[in-house]
């Protein structure tokens, strides 16, 4: 299912002006769209392009003239006489914060792009003193709404926590997670409609997380894997990479993507497999492909698993 | 849908009590995607209220009878400190730990709570389902309960068929031992009346205290429902106009026009639309709302009436805090009174105008009390708040066009309606009319609310509740709620009119007015703010996420002497996480969550006394 339609009547041109250049926009697109169509960088963390925007992350904001605040590029539509900044000095401060944020309270080192973002804006969260320890499994899981324990003057708080493994074909390290809900997006109406998971508790305490945090098989779960497209932290991850991630066996520059048709059924899905040293390690789809916008079912996702797990299996057999 | 459910089952009174809080909630209006979902807060209070938190097997059955996928309702129930998926004690007491009370010494209660009954009972370790506490009391500390005029105060609840809740103000250690032992009786305090209470001067308080706020007949005989009478009479579009004549500017903080407000959703075409009132009431320091909705509750009900005639509303809401009891009981009783009576309902008062409402109760997240989180929270979805646009005129609750009004706001409209938008313009000042109620709190010589015409200055304000006490000095006082600034002893004479705070870069948020003497320390007070925001942050957006953290955490730093950098170094730091939190939050919360520090710190210098110890 593609979530977002695109605007059934013919759109008019819209006249707005980016960093004091005139620009012409179609009417009902975003100021990041503006801005993408005429060569403006904008980072952005929680948006893409097949899903819903939230405009949860923040880091995508500009200068909107007149607007007492700034606002969400990703999700504020164009206006005609717009004045966007997306390059102010407010704006920098923002998504430099906005960085130092989540760099100083989540685990960032699968993020692509971060670190680029953080020399140009700036940042340094070392000032926010050393990390707390990780919590103990399954205590993020648990916090109460309203209430936290006194802060800790020596140490900034962080969501680190021990990665969830509670099944063959993915994981979940949530001490990677910046929150940008593109994975319930995705699990829920955009994509799946499954709903095995779900944002619970709030603020610092929010999380993602099953109903009583159960363990993925006892969830709604029917491991499609998009969830794990979607996310842009590497906070959900196939086991194979994850494994080769953590025993330092993982070496994109020795990896090949290859694109295949899914042999299972008859819809024709576009696989990208992803093989190191002729080892199938993920299977993606590309998030433009018109028949699946980057989605999958168990079997394109994971099926090859098996299939190289069976045949590594056999000798021993 | 096809939904997985957990293996569990609920008791016969857990499912009693859910079908029971189903069944008596009307659906009017709610289609679609929100037939059934809209059910599912209430139904998580029942459950809550049966056997005191809400069991798996109760989860369960909601989520199957309401057909809400588990891990969504899981995160509704999560969103809400009145909730709890961990086993907990029948009876709990909830202390407040907010500023006005700590300015009348409920540290001391805390303290002695933790020595004697215990850990409170939010922490759950890890995943054990372990009671906390004794078997049957636990106690939690909580923001602010609404009743900073008897600080300090405490909200029991105790679970069963019927369960019981009652707020409690002067409490004392024995009154809190007796409400820990479930003698509630021993554990009231005497009751305190409105200080202004039958003074000639008063319009919106003028019933309260004097008038039985249970009796419809005394309402009427009190002037009750002449103003819904005229409203019939000129129409709805000279209501609108009588309302936008009078310059009623909205008091839920966000100060504005009504009369543009109710315009614009009488203009939708788009059907149905909806009233809300918003009585979250929760900025800490306020409470007028409750005292409106105690003493004087079908003053709101007509007035919800008129805006709904106004507007063209079909259907309302009254979003109540749930810590107030009281108000939820008058409420509900003149709600089925004036329902009995043809004042709600269909063809009200033989006008051919129907109209009718419903309370629903928060569960304690100050968060609700925006306007965009209401819709969420009554629609059975997370109280977070919305991206703007679209606006709330547009598309409120159920994505349809939605009036929303304060609970003060809505009861000006009945003497607007009556004399006339000219006549009540010409109270107050130019830019700000009719009267305005502030609540007093903190360091004065009687606590309370009072009304008073817009004009008058913060010095009067303060000498109509007797002053400061022994004759002690101002070190400083809170205006418009911890979202709010401080102001000093030299701000006093500052009229307190929209016009006139702006002026003074301060605000009037919600009303408040707490006062600090010379003999409180503030940066306590100051690390409690920081900690209400990072406690009520629904968690959203990043800047207000992590940003109330890293501010909680530098006050931290400060108050133990670990400063990283010195002093000026922590200042800039957390001018820097201010700044970012105004500029790039979604909501108002994250929004004005360094107001009151930044205010403190610039325009009282309070840190800067911290760099000489
Ligand atoms: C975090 C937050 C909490 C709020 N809480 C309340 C509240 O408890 N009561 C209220 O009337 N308005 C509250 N507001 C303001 C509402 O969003 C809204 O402006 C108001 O209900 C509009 O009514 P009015 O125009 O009559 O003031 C809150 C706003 C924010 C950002
Ligand atoms: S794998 Fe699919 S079903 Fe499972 S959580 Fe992810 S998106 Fe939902
Ligand atoms: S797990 Fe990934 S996709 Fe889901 S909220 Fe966290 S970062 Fe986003
Ligand atoms: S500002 Fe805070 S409360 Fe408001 S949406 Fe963002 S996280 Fe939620
Ligand atoms: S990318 Fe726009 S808010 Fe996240
Ligand atoms: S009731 Fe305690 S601060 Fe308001």
Redesign the interface.
């Known amino acids: 299912m593609i979530a977002i339609l695109p605007p059934t009547a013919p759109a008019r041109m819209v006249e707005l002006e980016i960093d004091g250049v005139e620009v012409g926009a179609l009417e009902g697109s975003t100021i990041l769209d503006a801005c993408r169509a005429n060569a403006k960088q904008i980072p952005t963390l929680c948006f893409l392009d097949t899903l819903h925007p939230v405009?949860?992350?923040?880091?995508c904001?500009v200068e909107v003239e007149g607007s007492r605040?700034?606002v969400?590029s990703c999700?504020r539509k164009v206006e005609p006489g717009m004045k966007v900044r997306t390059d102010s000095e407010?704006v920098r401060?923002?998504r430099?914060?906005?960085l130092e944020?989540?760099d100083?309270?989540v685990d960032l080192s699968t993020t692509p792009d971060v670190a680029d973002w953080k020399t140009a804006y700036g940042c340094d969260s070392e000032?926010?003193?050393p990390p707390a320890l990780p919590a103990?499994?399954?205590?993020r899981?648990?916090a109460?709404?309203?209430?936290?324990?006194?802060?800790?003057?020596?140490h900034?708080?962080t969501v680190a926590q021990p990665v969830k493994i509670d099944n063959s074909l993915y994981v979940r390290a949530y001490a990677k997670c910046?929150?940008c809900y593109k994975c319930v997006e995705a699990c829920?109406t955009d994509f799946q409609n499954s709903?095995?998971?779900?944002?619970?508790?709030?603020?610092?305490?929010?999380r993602i997380?099953?109903?009583?945090?159960?363990e993925l098989p006892?969830?709604?779960c029917v491991y499609c894997g998009n969830c794990i497209a979607v996310c842009p932290t590497g906070a959900l991850m196939a086991k194979p990479e994850w494994d080769k991630r953590s025993d330092g066996t993982w070496d994109e520059s020795r990896q090949t993507q290859t694109d295949t048709i899914c042999p299972y059924c008859g819809v024709g899905c576009t696989l990208t497999l992803h093989v190191q040293d002729n080892e199938i390690l993920k299977a993606t789809s590309p998030f433009d492909q018109t028949v699946t916008s980057g989605n999958l079912c168990i079997k394109g996702r994971f099926g090859w698993q098996y299939v190289q797990n069976r045949r590594e299996d056999e000798p021993s057999a | 849908m096809d939904?997985?459910l957990?293996n569990a089952d609920p008791t016969t009174e857990e499912r009693a009590a859910i079908d029971t809080a189903i069944v008596s909630l009307s659906s009017v209006g709610a289609d679609g995607v929100f037939a059934k979902r809209h059910l599912l807060l209430p139904a998580l209070e029942a459950a809550q209220g049966r056997v005191g938190w809400i069991s798996?097997g109760a989860?369960n059955y909601i989520?199957e009878t309401l057909q809400v996928?588990?891990?969504?309702?899981?995160?509704v129930m999560?969103?809400?400190?009145l909730?709890?998926?961990?086993p907990r004690a029948p009876r709990v007491v909830h202390v407040c730990e907010d500023i006005a009370c700590k300015a009348r010494g409920s540290d001391a209660l805390i303290n002695e709570l933790k020595r004697s009954a215990g850990p409170?009972a939010?922490?759950?370790p890890?995943?054990d389902h372990v009671l906390v506490g004794d078997d049957d009391v636990a106690w939690?500390?909580s923001?602010c309960l609404g009743l900073c005029d008897q600080a300090p105060a405490a909200f029991v609840q105790i679970a069963g068929e019927h369960p019981i809740e009652e707020l409690f103000g002067d409490v004392t250690i024995d009154r809190l031992r007796a409400a820990m032992g479930g003698t509630l009786s021993l554990a009231r305090a005497p009751r305190r009346r409105l200080p202004q209470a039958g003074g000639s001067s008063l319009r919106l308080l003028r019933r309260v205290d004097v008038v039985d706020p249970t009796s419809l007949d005394a309402y009427r005989a009190a002037g009750g429902y002449e103003a819904l009478r005229r409203a019939f009479e000129i129409g709805p579009e000279a209501v609108v106009r009588d309302v936008t004549d009078s310059k009623l500017m909205g008091r839920g903080g966000a100060a504005f026009p009504t009369g543009r407000k109710w315009e614009a959703v009488a203009k939708q075409t788009v059907r149905p639309h909806y009233l809300i009132c918003n009585a979250d009431e929760s900025e800490p320091g306020t409470f007028k709302d409750r005292v409106i909705m105690e003493n004087d509750p079908f003053a709101l009900i007509e007035s919800m009436t008129i805006a709904a005639y106004a507007t063209g509303c079909e259907y309302g809401y009254i979003y109540l805090r749930g810590e107030y009891p009281l108000a939820n009981e008058r409420l509900s009783n003149a709600i089925v009174r004036a329902r009995a009576r043809g004042l709600l309902g269909a063809d009200i008062m033989g006008s051919g105008f129907s109209f009718d409402l419903e309370i629903r109760k928060g569960a304690?997240?100050y968060?609700c009390g925006e306007e965009t989180a209401i819709f969420n929270s009554i629609e059975g979805f997370?109280g977070e708040p919305r991206?703007k646009p679209p606006f709330p005129v547009q598309s409120g609750v159920f994505r349809k066009p939605t009036a929303i009004n304060n609970v003060e706001t809505l009861v000006n409209v009945l003497d607007i309606v009556r004399f006339g938008g000219p006549a009540f313009a010409k109270i107050g000042t130019d830019a700000s009319t009719g009267t305005k109620l502030f609540c007093l709190s903190g360091h004065v010589a009687v606590p309370g609310v009072y009304e008073v015409p817009f004009g008058a200055t913060l010095r009067d304000l303060i000498d109509l509740a007797g002053g400061v006490p022994d004759g002690r000095a101002i070190r400083a006082i809170l205006l418009g709620g911890a979202a709010g600034v401080f102001v000093g002893p030299q701000d006093l004479d500052m009229p307190l009119t929209f016009e006139g705070v702006r002026a003074s870069q301060a605000t009037l948020g919600s009303g408040v007015i707490m006062v600090f003497d010379d003999t409180v320390e503030l940066l306590p007070m100051l690390q409690r703010i920081a900690?209400f925001f990072?406690?009520?942050?629904?968690?959203?957006?990043?800047?207000c996420?992590?940003?109330?953290?890293?501010q909680?955490?530098a006050l931290?730093?400060i108050?133990?002497g670990?400063r990283?950098g010195g002093i000026a170094n922590e200042i800039s730091?957390l001018d820097?996480?201010g700044?970012?939190m105004?500029?790039?939050?979604?909501c108002g919360l994250g929004?004005t969550a360094y107001s009151a520090l930044e205010s403190a710190i610039h325009r009282l210098g309070l840190l800067g006394e911290q760099t000489g110890r």
């Not at chain 1, 109460?144 to 020596?154: I, T």
């Open positions: 405009n949860v992350c923040r880091i904001v605040v700034l969400p999700a407010r401060h923002s430099k914060m906005v944020f989540l100083s309270s000032r926010y003193g103990p499994a399954a205590e899981d648990h109460h709404a309203g209430h936290h324990e006194p802060p800790d003057p020596d900034r708080a910046i929150l829920g709903f095995a998971i779900g944002v619970a508790g709030r603020g610092f305490a929010a997380s099953t109903e009583f945090a159960v006892q969830s709604a | 939904l997985k957990l798996e989860f989520c996928p588990p891990a969504e309702a899981y995160g999560t969103f809400y400190a909730l709890t998926a961990a409170p939010h922490y759950v890890a995943a939690l500390p923001p304690g997240a968060i997370r991206n900690a990072r406690d009520e942050s629904c968690g959203q957006c990043v800047p996420r992590v940003g109330t953290v890293r909680e955490e931290a730093r108050a133990a670990k990283r730091l820097e996480i700044l970012a105004k500029d790039a939050s979604i929004q």
